[in-house]
């Protein structure tokens, strides 16, 4: 009898110790390559890229859906070195899915209008306008940060979201895109109609030039968003 | 002169002096009796028990003292002297009256209180030494189960019994000493001597060491005293061939009889196999009607004075065996602890623990129908006005009383019967129902409230900002009251139940206890502002202006009044069905749950800080309280945190060998809106067995076994290989098994060592770990591990020395913090360590390290362990402590650690994890008590530990906590705190620290100082206090600025009622 009991225990110590030594290889996932082309393509739902959906995380195209962003900043920091608009899409539509960060929804709506300028995707255009249409709807107040290297100190400078989207779609070309609404020679005026359907209008305000700050008479035009009453 | 006569004249004044002097003694002897020489008495008409020579009847009561709300810790005789006296004049009026003259009792009366009784009410007491049958200490080592074969053991309880002897001897009052309490029913130890016999065989073979140490026993105390008889307290008549072999010096045979209305053939048998008298030391009936579920009075009566009558008719002179020399009717008042013992305390419990078919009013087949809390004579109640509780006589004392009234040494059996017959049972038993139901419709209706309690609080609260800046007005000024109401309830027969209700006034604000039951009045609270702009106001100058006025109004949106606990019982035949709400549940650990699948859910007060509502769900108990067999519990959260589900176990014991299957399937996550105030995770379904045998001599084997998370196969995972590259894995079934075995060596006197190997796959989580005798080891509930384990608890006389250590390795280590990078177009993705929210399994408090630890325990007394919950309040001895050192390295890092966000109502990720570093911590605790009415407990503790998920250095901390507790209820209580995180888990987690943490508590009950009629009528305790805390602010304080804000603190102000 104790014979057998030791036995079963030595069994059992066998077992337990020793099942755990399985475990077979798994797929490599240290390197995925980037896609450069410039056409978008492939929409994982219909709203993928626009606040609240989530879609982009399941899209097998997006090459960020799996990687290692601990925060915010690991985002911006990835954006510098990336090499087309198609993949600042997806990396920003991931950081929208992730995060909700609100500048988010303005930096996928851009990189959009950045895809359809270096390709001219129709449908990279209608995701743009519904980008900076779901970052009014949803992100209005909201500012996006960013550093003033050409200020004394390098401080961190915040700027209304709003206004960006208005200086890009009301003067697309001074920030090296193409004007999302035809014809191209009216920018201001079909960008004022296009947020006018939204509920909002565009406004142009003189403003000291910040990049000059020594001098107060340099002046700038701003283009402001404005929320219709 | 006659020289003679001259001496006889001296003489006889030498005479006279001593004639004087022995008168003088004498009548000074008379005032204070000696103890009388008892002896057992056999002539023609049989067995009689002699007192001074008198002939003595034993009319007795098994008698004990246990007031509502306490179970076998309470000791009576460590009571205030008047407050003993008020109960023995209570009680001693009572039997006397019902023509009781002798007690036996379990707890051991102090001698002086025997005289007492003795010659205030002529009520004698048996001296009853329970020879360690319910576990004994031996050599300083507490033995549950007692071991008569062993020479230490027997030794041992020897030694105990003769000293017990030596301090009774010459007590007036004692009329016998007996030893034991149905020792024959416990034997179950194990020894090579026995091992190989038969099962009938081996009982004998144990019984014998029994028998021939209470031989041995009895002929040394008999060379202590030999004034009075010795008896045992045998479990009915069984191997009374052995008694009669093994113990001829007994004088008596002590016997617990439950035979029913008739003890049979007992009389008989002991006549013609042992040829000694007989005494009962416990037989009777219980008062309750487990078959139609209500108070049973008539039959108990009918059932006693049955029992009585054949005992008369046994007795000297009548004619037949004359061996009966009396009885102890089991028992004098109702416990209502022994059933489950230390729970439902305040509550008389319906419950049959066991079977008889000998009792059969309310006998059923397969069914238990003896009802423990319900053998006394008389019922009890809430203190009387004295603080005696309450004693309600039954028909059984009225028919004891009647009974009493015959002598059988001066009746014939004719005149016996003819008493007995002329007792009027019916209008016995119908005027205790009478008074029974008169007590019941004033204590017990339908709905009644059954307590409750007020506390009031007056709060300061400060900062040094505050103080800074608003001086004298920075103090924050509030106050709180709470009112508790206890409602019980039964609504049939067999549905009975209870809940409380809250109501909050206000709640108080605090700086530093911010969250305490209550403040869900505050969390609740709007502020509304509203602006009012008068026309035409006219200024100062004559000028108009436009004012404004701000106006704020609070509302009070959390609920003023909630339900704060609900219990309810309903009682069928095939299983009892218990539906709880936020009341105490324990775990099954000792029934078969090896991997604590089942959580303890105790924890109320810690619940109550955040007004979580754990547990709530209903139990199936199939086993009606046997613990084996069937039992299934479910609801939305048994247990703190855990998810809704459906948990169904089955356990069984069989002889040596037991084993156990648990199952539990979880069906959702308990979601926002259900104020969860842990952190929940994904569903997951589990299913446990283990097994337990017993059989081997000195060993004892444990295997188990469990499957869990296999909803999760398929799900993904990435971790780095031994190369470096980033791979994704999928879970397999593998990942959701594991296994353990342990062995403990149970033969080796005074060792105890055990070896433990465990291994639990990647998502093969448990439950909560088990942690015994205080032990720092890192246990955890996670799978991922391979685990060994080894300890030696050393049991030298007083002390308890237990080290162990613990090795554990993780099968997939934690993923370090790799960012993504790209070159040119090739991203490298990188990895995150995991977290339990999004990912199948991590490594948090089961990461890879090793611990060992030594833990030395002092406690000479077993009885109240030192590591129960409660021993602030139960340790019976003067002094215990223990000290004890852990050190734990940790190998790796971890990954992320989640916390729940009350704000966010989600759970959210503390940081990449805890790096990699040694932990220590050594602690003592003690118990002293310098008098029996004070005790001073301590405890100090130096640690060095990481947070509970937030990233930061390890931590050195110190902490010192005093506390002084008296009998009245005062206590004063204090702690010291040097770099200590919070009172709060949270804290832990976030890694807040604070530089020192002081607290002052003073309580004093002011109960005394009631008019004893309404504090033992209405009032449980009241007091006073004041309690105060103070800290002060570091960088790693949240409420931290630096000159501007280095302290806060709160001060409390209260008063309490509990009625």
């Known amino acids: 009898m104790r014979t057998t009991a030791y036995g079963l225990v030595i069994l059992s110590l066998f077992l337990v110790t020793g099942i755990g030594c399985g475990g077979g290889g798994g797929t490599d996932k240290t390197e995925v390559p980037l896609d450069t082309s410039t056409q978008l393509g492939f929409l994982r739902s219909e709203d993928e890229g626009l606040f609240p959906d989530d879609s982009v995380l399941d899209n097998p195209n997006n090459p960020f859906a799996n990687s290692a962003f601990p925060d915010l900043e690991s985002y911006f920091e990835l954006n510098e070195d990336l090499p087309s608009a198609l993949t600042r899409y997806y990396l920003w539509a991931t950081a929208l899915a992730n995060l909700a960060a609100p500048e988010t929804q303005f930096l996928v709506a851009q990189s959009l209008h950045e895809l359809y300028t270096e390709g001219g995707d129709p449908l990279a255009r209608v995701q743009a306008i519904r980008a900076y249409r779901s970052a009014l709807d949803n992100f209005f107040d909201s500012k996006f940060f960013f550093t003033a290297d050409f200020l004394t100190g390098e401080p961190l400078v915040g700027t209304a979201v709003k206004n960006l989207i208005a200086e890009n779609l009301a003067n697309s070309f001074e920030r090296g895109l193409t004007p999302l609404v035809e014809p191209f020679d009216e920018n201001l005026g079909q960008a004022q109609a296009l947020v006018g359907e939204w509920g909002y209008s565009i406004r142009l305000v003189i403003a000291p030039d910040l990049t000059t700050p020594n001098d107060p008479n340099d002046t700038v035009v701003q283009y402001v968003m404005e929320r219709n009453l | ?155 041992a309880i020897k030694e105990d019994v003769v000293e017990l002897i030596a301090r009774y001897k010459g007590t007036p009052g004692v009329l016998m000493y007996a030893l034991g309490n149905e020792n024959n029913y416990g034997l179950y130890w194990t020894g090579t001597e026995i091992q190989d016999l038969p099962e009938d065989e081996r009982q004998k073979g144990m019984a014998r060491h029994l028998y021939t140490l209470f031989e041995e026993i009895i002929v040394a105390g008999k060379k202590v005293d030999d004034s009075k008889p010795w008896t045992i307290v045998n479990g009915d008549i069984q191997f009374l061939d052995l008694i009669a072999e093994e113990v001829p010096s007994l004088d008596i045979l002590g016997s617990n009889v439950y035979r029913g209305r008739s003890f049979t053939d007992l009389w008989e048998r002991v006549k013609a196999e042992l040829g000694k008298p007989v005494c009962f030391m416990e037989f009777g009936c219980d008062a309750f009607n487990a078959r139609t579920f209500t108070e049973d009075q008539a039959a108990q009566a009918s059932y006693i004075r049955d029992q009585w009558k054949e005992i008369y008719e046994k007795s000297w002179g009548q004619g037949q065996e004359g061996n009966a020399i009396g009885g102890f009717l089991f028992e004098w008042r109702d416990e209502w602890w022994k059933y489950l013992q230390t729970e439902n305390l305040d509550k008389q419990d319906k419950t049959a623990s066991w079977s008889n078919g000998a009792y059969k009013f309310d006998y059923v087949e397969k069914s238990t129908n003896m009802n423990e809390e319900w053998f006394g004579i008389i019922a009890i109640g809430p203190p009387n006005a004295d603080g005696v509780t309450a004693a309600y006589p039954r028909a059984a004392y009225y028919t004891l009383q009647g009974i009493f009234a015959v002598d059988p040494y001066e009746s014939s059996i004719t005149e016996v019967a003819e008493a007995l017959r002329e007792l009027d049972m019916d209008k016995i038993t119908l005027t205790s129902e009478i008074r029974r139901l008169s007590r019941e419709s004033r204590d017990r209706s339908m709905f009644r409230l059954a307590g409750g309690g007020f506390r009031g609080e007056f709060v300061a609260s400060a900062d040094e900002q505050l103080i800074k800046e608003e001086g004298q007005k920075g103090v924050i000024m509030s106050h709180g009251e709470w009112l508790f109401l206890d409602f019980e309830f039964q609504l049939a027969k067999v549905l009975q139940g209870r809940f409380t209700i809250n109501v909050m006034g206000n709640a108080p604000e605090r700086l530093i206890e911010t969250e305490f039951y209550g403040n869900r009045v505050n969390k609740g609270e709007v502020v509304e502002t509203f602006q009012v702009e008068p026309d035409g106001a006219i200024g100062p100058d004559g000028e108009e202006v436009d004012l404004e006025f701000t106006q704020k109004r609070t509302i009070r949106s959390g609920s003023q009044i909630e339900l704060y606990d609900f219990e309810a019982k309903l009682s069928l035949n095939p299983f009892d069905l218990l539906t709880f709400y936020h009341t105490p549940r324990y775990h099954w650990r000792y029934e078969g749950d090896v991997y604590g699948l089942l959580w303890e859910a105790t924890d109320i007060k810690g619940m109550d800080l955040w007004n979580a509502k754990a547990p709530i769900g209903a139990e199936f108990d199939f086993t009606k309280g046997k613990r084996e067999g069937f039992k299934l519990v479910l609801g939305p959260e048994v247990y703190w945190g855990a998810n809704p589900l459906v948990m169904v176990k089955y356990w069984r014991k069989m002889g040596d060998f037991q084993f156990s299957i648990l199952h539990s399937e979880e069906f959702g996550r308990f979601s926002e809106g259900d104020s969860p105030s842990v952190i929940t995770l994904d569903p997951v379904r589990r299913t446990t067995v283990w097994t337990r045998f017993d059989h081997i001599e000195g060993l004892q084997i444990e295997l188990a076994g469990i499957m869990a998370g296999t909803e999760r196969i398929g799900d993904e995972y990435d971790r780095v290989s031994s190369s470096g590259r980033i791979e994704e894995r999928e879970i397999d079934f593998e990942d959701t098994l594991g296994g353990k075995v342990k062995v403990t060596v149970d033969g080796i006197d005074r060792i105890r060592p055990y070896a433990s190997a465990a291994y639990q796959g990647l998502v093969a989580d448990g439950g909560e770990p088990h942690k015994e005798f205080g032990t720092l080891l890192p246990y955890s509930q996670f799978g991922n591990k391979i685990e060994y384990e080894a300890g030696v608890g050393i049991f030298l006389e007083e002390w308890i020395i237990f080290p162990r250590v613990l090795y554990r390795e993780n099968l997939e280590e934690a993923n370090p913090l790799i960012e993504p990078s790209v070159e040119g177009t090739v991203l490298q993705p990188g990895i995150l360590p995991r977290n339990r929210e999004d990912d199948p399994f991590s490594v948090t408090d089961n990461r890879q390290g090793w611990s060992a630890e030594i833990f030395f325990t002092y406690d000479p007394t077993g009885g109240t362990g030192f590591y129960e919950w409660n021993n602030d309040e139960i340790e019976d001895s003067d002094l215990v402590f223990n000290f004890g050192f852990n050190y734990t390295s940790y190998d790796t890092k971890t990954d992320s650690w989640l916390r729940y966000s009350p704000t966010f109502q989600d759970n959210v990720v503390l940081g990449p994890g805890l790096e990699p570093d040694d932990v220590w911590a050594f602690s003592t605790r003690w118990l002293y008590k310098p008098t029996a009415d004070l005790r001073l407990i301590g405890k100090f503790e130096a640690a060095r530990e990481q947070s509970w998920g937030a990233p930061g250095p390890s931590r050195d901390q110190y902490g010192l906590h005093l506390k002084a507790l008296t009998r009245e209820g005062h206590f004063l209580a204090g702690y010291a705190i040097k770099d200590g995180w919070g009172p709060y888990d949270f804290q832990r987690q976030l890694n807040f620290i604070w530089p020192w943490q002081f607290g002052l508590e003073a309580f004093w009950d002011i109960s005394q100082l009631m008019p004893k009629s309404v504090r033992n009528r209405y009032g449980k305790r009241a007091g006073l206090g004041v309690r105060t805390q103070y800290r002060t602010l570091g960088d790693d304080s949240p409420e931290y600025e630096p000159g501007v804000n280095g302290y806060e603190f709160d001060v409390t102000l209260y008063f309490k009622f509990e009625f």
């Open chain 2, 1 to 155: 002169m006659d020289a003679r006569g001259g001496r006889g004249r001296s003489l006889g004044r030498w005479a006279a002096a001593i004639l004087i002097l022995a008168v003088l003694l004498g009548s000074f002897s008379s005032s204070a009796p000696a103890s009388e020489k008892v002896t057992v008495f056999l002539d023609d008409g049989g067995w009689r028990l002699k007192v001074g020579g008198s002939a003595y009847f034993v009319k007795g009561v098994v008698w004990s003292y246990t007031p509502i709300g306490e179970t076998f810790t309470f000791n009576l005789w460590e009571r205030p002297e008047e407050h003993i006296k008020a109960v023995l004049d209570h009680d001693g009026k009572l039997m006397k009256a019902a023509g009781i003259n002798t007690i036996r009792t379990f707890a051991q009366i102090p001698p002086k209180w025997i005289t007492y009784l003795y010659e205030e009410y002529g009520i004698m007491t048996i001296v009853n030494h329970l020879m360690g049958r319910y576990g004994f200490t031996v050599g300083g080592i507490w033995r549950p189960q007692t071991d008569y074969s062993d020479p230490a053991t027997r030794a």
